[in-house]
Every structure is written in C-alpha cells, then in structure tokens.
C-alpha cells in the first residue's frame, strides 16, 4: 500500500541550534508548535592545554549543513514538502568566540569556547586598569571582568597569534560569535555574506553598551580592539539575508537569539518577574526584568534578554551563569568511564538513593555565579570505604541542583520576591532523578514543559515574527498552552538546608587551587585530565582502583 500523504497545516519554520557538544536543526508548524523532524550531529572540543578549550568553526559549519540536509531528508520521507519552510532562526553557544578571513572564507584560528581559562592573566592585567570606584565595564556592559565573554578571548588572540594580527592589520580579519560566523557562511560568505549579530550575542562580547544598544568606543579602546572587525548589531527578529545554497536555499534567515535567551522566549517568559532555567552543557537561570537594567548586588548578570523586531523595544534579564553541569556527565562518561551513555547515570543514582555524604563540586573552569572565582577547581569530598560510582553519580546530579539553588537564592535576594516555581529546560531535565533533587534541594515546584526543545522553539518563533515573515503571532491571545509536568518537594525543608549548607562547605575547600605558581610548577601534573580536576577527601584511592572501575567492594 503507498504512503498516506502527511497533512501539513500552516507554514513551517526551522531553527538552528550550535550548542557547545552538538548541532541541532528542527522544524516546527508554526500554527501548532509542534515538532515535526530533527537531527543532531556531536561535535569534538579539543583541549590543546590545561584549561584550554576549542572547537573547529568548520566542523560547527560542516555540522549545520549536515543537520538542514538530514532533517530535510527526513521530512521528504514524512512527504512533508520543504518549501513549507518559510524561515530559519539561529540559536547559539554565546561568548565562543571566531575570527576568520573574509576574503578567503578560512578561520584564522579555532573557535575559542566560552568556558576557556587561557585568558586568565589577560584578566588580572586588565582589571588593574580599572578604577576602584569606576567599574565603567560593569555598568555599561553588566558584566564582571572574566574569562567567560569574547572581549578578552579576543584580545588573547590579537596579543599570540601573528597571523591574526596581520589579517588584522590588512583589514582581513572578522570576529563573531558562532551566530555571526554561521550567519555570514550560510547567508553566501565571500560572495556577499552578511556579517551580523543580534542584541543578545553582543551583549555577551563585554564591547557592547547594553543601554545604548551599540558597539562601545571607549570598551574597544579598553580591550584594544578594532570597530572595524565587529558584526552590525540586529534586532532579534528581523530578515539578515537569504540561504545561499542547500536544500533551502533561498529561505530568509530572520531569527536569532543567544541559546539562553532563546530558550527564555521558546518558555514564553515575556512578562517580568518570569524566569526559566536551562541545564545543557552549564547551567542558567534567566529572570526577566522587563524594560529596565536591574544590576544585581549578589553576583548576577544582566544582560540583554532579547528584542523581538527592529522597532521593538529591548527587554533586559538578570542571569545566573553555571559552567558545568552536563558537562560533569559528560566528563563522568569520557574522562572516567563510569558510565558508557549519559542516560546511564539516572540508573546508577537510583539504585542507591543518596551520595552517603559524597559532595561533587565540578569547577572545572572554576567557579561563576555568585562567585566569579578563577581559583576554584573541582573536587569529591566525604569518601568512605563505602562510596562507590553509583554514589558519586548521585552526588553529580546533586551539584548541578546545588549550583541552581545558590544562583537562584542570589536572585530572590535581588529581586526581592522568591519564584513560587521554576520552570525549567534542556537536555538534562529528561532525567526524572534530577528534576526530583532539584525540587527538593529548591524547596519549591520545578515546572517542565512537555515539548522540553525550548531553545529551538524560541529561535524559531522570532524567525516566523520577523517583519516580512509574519508565520509565527506573538501576541498573548496567539501563544500556545505549554502543557507541563510538574515535580514537587519530597523530603522536609530541614533536611534539604543541612544538605545544601554541607555543599557550601565543599565549595569553600575546592577555592584557592589554580594559582599562578601552581598552574607552571609542573605542567605534566594534569596531562591525564585537561580541565585539571582535584579529588579531596579520605580514602581517595579507592576511587581508581575499584569503584570507578566497577569492581565490586
């Protein structure tokens, strides 16, 4: 018997999401929201040094041609017809930062990931550079000086790489974000590429004055970076230019968003006061706070949330950034071979219920929110004869609970009026275990939608808005019911406080590691493990010899 035709109501729209382990692209009806196909490609991050951390723009590139084919091969065998697809949005690993030539095409060096730690002493030396009661980076940008935006990323290049400086120097040389980099290679590169960003990725760069909504002189002085290098600045939701060449050649792209801002607008948290958490690679909590800069006092962000249309206006959120949290299942799985796929940790954490008093503190690229503290590195403390993986397992889901209840307080604390819930998302919150801990550790509901690809769905809703689409309706009556799943706290507010004010115990012993001196004394130290973990705690060599190992005790 042939195929039923499949019946296809209203326009469809695709979205692009570059995380920082895989690229995605998905298509939804924009009518319904739901999802019709999809496919993912994992990425390779190198790790050339101790605390460096890299990808291959042309891998990421390659991977995005790779997924619109896939996902459109895929929906031809649906008989879905792809010129139903009347726009892209791009949603994006933010602060990763690219430099490439454009009259040849070619990256002038690897994407350099936001969670790099190579710019540390570039911190250090520019911090010296700022007046103590003249904080002009923070109060233009809402960011603390760090190792995590693209400023100093970039700077490090132009300081250690000659043959970016002479790019440079010839007027050869652009910078983007991954966002810019795909835009400018899909929308015809040298042929006519165009070479921009939207609010939310500048936002991120520490060169972009979020009140003005402009590129900042006096920051690119600052950080000693050329103008003439830098994307034009966009909207959220406008047309940037058309695809090139591939299957969809011709379709506009008109959407794009920072992954996190992305995913606060696919949670449809447009009012103030609303607030998701996404938990991918890190972890992080947006709180939109409307039309007006908040400025946290308790070791948040503020950033640019997104702006939905050229003339629209920009709306603002304070953000709660995490580095690791997948990553840590991640690592559990390729560093230490505890587990083969990362779905298996659930298991492992069921079977035993409880960490025994094991803490995991993954700082790995040190600690962020609310701490900003480069020194910091990880650690598993409160060892026992008795701890095996599957306990160490349950203490890494743990810390990814524990790290969102300390960004989470910092933000009740400037905001003054706790979140009643949170509403969460990402890849992570597939794992029941997880989602369980983290309503218990938080003391309140945890809301999951149903349909847990927000990012994409927000990427995707600011492409079908965008004047000259007009596929997706953002008006309050139009936007669709999210149906959710909701996890509510199971054990007594006093055992989940003793729990968390143990965890801060831990965080205070894993701070003070990474100095200068110790980093240099011997870099063969960490040659095994190339985000340099430490393991405190007592009888730590049982960790190795039996019990990662899986042989039974």
């Not at 196909?37 to 291959?56: A, I, R, Y």
Request: aromatic fraction near 8%; charge should be negative; include cysteine.
């Amino acid at each position: 018997m042939a195929a039923q035709k499949r019946a296809v109501v209203g326009p469809l729209v695709g979205a692009v999401v570059q995380g920082t382990n895989s690229t995605r692209f998905l298509v939804f009806n924009s009518k319904t929201a739901d999802l019709l196909s999809h496919h993912q490609v994992e990425l390779t991050q190198e790790f050339p040094k101790e605390g460096w951390v890299e990808q291959d723009p042309k891998e990421i590139l390659q991977s995005v041609h790779e997924c619109i084919d896939r996902t459109c091969q895929k929906l031809a065998e649906l008989s879905v017809d792809i010129s139903n697809i009347k726009a892209i949005g791009v949603s994006n690993q933010r602060e990763t930062t690219v430099i490439w030539d454009k009259l040849t095409g070619e990256p002038l060096y690897n994407a350099v990931v936001w969670l790099d730690l190579r710019t540390q002493p570039t911190v250090e030396n520019l911090s010296k550079k700022i007046p103590g009661n003249n904080n002009f980076v923070k109060s233009k940008t809402g960011l603390p000086l760090s190792t995590y935006f693209s400023a100093v990323k970039l700077r490090w290049i132009l300081d250690n790489v000659r043959h970016v400086q002479k790019a440079v120097e010839e007027g050869r040389a652009l910078f983007g974000t991954i966002d810019s980099w795909l835009i400018w290679s899909l929308t015809g590169g040298v042929n006519g590429g165009v070479h921009c960003t939207d609010v939310t990725n500048a936002s991120r760069t520490m060169l972009f004055n979020i009140h003005s909504l402009e590129w900042d002189e006096e920051l690119c002085d600052f950080f000693e970076i050329p103008m003439d290098i830098l994307p034009n600045v966009w909207s959220s939701s406008e047309i940037y230019g058309l695809v090139k060449a591939g299957a969809l050649e011709g379709v506009p792209i008109s959407g794009c968003l920072g992954d996190q801002s992305a995913a606060l607008v696919g949670q449809m948290c447009f009012q103030e006061g609303q607030a998701k958490n996404t938990y991918g690679t890190g972890c992080f909590l947006l709180y939109n706070t409307g039309r007006k800069c908040v400025f946290s006092e308790h070791g948040l962000l503020t950033t640019v949330a997104y702006k939905l249309g050229r003339d629209k206006p920009a709306c603002y959120a304070l953000e709660g950034s995490v580095a690791i949290a997948g990553a840590v299942i991640r690592w559990l799985r390729d560093n230490l071979g505890i587990i083969k796929t990362s779905e298996e940790i659930e298991m492992l954490a069921k079977d035993v219920g409880t960490s025994y008093g094991c803490y995991f503190v993954p700082a790995f690229s040190g600690l962020y929110a609310p701490y900003w503290e480069p020194s910091a590195r990880g650690i598993i403390c409160g060892l026992t004869q008795f701890t095996s993986k599957n306990h160490i397992a349950f203490a890494a889901l743990e810390s990814v609970c524990f790290q969102t209840r300390e960004i989470l307080d910092a933000m009740n604390r400037d905001c003054g009026i706790p979140l009643s819930h949170l509403q969460v998302d990402g890849g992570m919150t597939n794992n029941k275990i997880l989602m369980q801990l983290q309503a218990d550790i938080l003391h309140i509901p945890v809301v999951k939608p149903a349909m847990t690809e927000t990012t994409a769905l927000g990427a995707a809703m600011a492409a079908g808005a965008a004047e000259g689409v007009g596929v997706w309706s953002l008006k309050p009556e139009d936007l669709l019911v999210i149906i959710m799943e909701r996890f509510e706290p199971q054990i007594k507010a006093t055992e989940s406080e003793i729990r968390y004010a143990t965890w801060k115990k831990a965080v205070m012993k894993s701070m003070g590691w990474a100095t200068a001196e110790s980093e240099s004394s011997d870099p063969a130290l960490f040659s095994s493990l190339p985000l340099g973990f430490f393991i405190v705690g007592s009888m730590i060599m049982l960790i190795g010899a039996r019990y990662i190992s899986g042989i039974p005790y």
